[in-house]
């Protein structure tokens, strides 16, 4: 079955950075978008970022140059890079495959002085 297991979560001050990690599993990981959504509390969950197969990202206009989505096909692991951290990108992250069809657990992010 599809597993994702993300990872790298934490507590960070502003302006700090943070690398998400999503390991993939139970389906052809290479042919298949990857993308990253986050729920702050209280709010619906919103899109972040995501990769295409060919590699190929795009980005919600709130984290456009300040986060890089990427993948390694080898080790089925998609990666969110996020710098010049805010308090409102304080979420749960979650990885999914597409644009939500399948979703992992999440991971917490705190962005606090």
């Known amino acids: 079955q599809v597993q994702l297991v993300e990872s790298g979560g934490g507590m960070v001050q502003p302006g700090g950075s943070l690398r998400l990690s999503c390991a993939a599993s139970?389906?052809?990981?290479?042919?298949?978008?990857m993308a990253w959504y986050r729920q702050a509390p209280g709010k619906q969950r919103e899109f972040v970022a995501i990769i295409l197969d060919s590699g190929l990202p795009k980005y919600a206009e709130s984290t456009k140059g300040r986060f890089t989505i990427s993948r390694d096909n080898a080790q089925s692991t998609v990666y969110l890079q996020m710098n010049n951290l805010k308090s409102e990108d304080t979420a749960v992250y979650y990885c999914?495959?597409?644009?939500?069809?399948?979703w992992g657990q999440g991971t917490q992010v705190i962005v606090s002085a």
């Open positions: 999914s495959v597409e644009y939500g069809v399948y």
């Open positions: 139970g389906f052809i990981f290479s042919s298949n978008a």
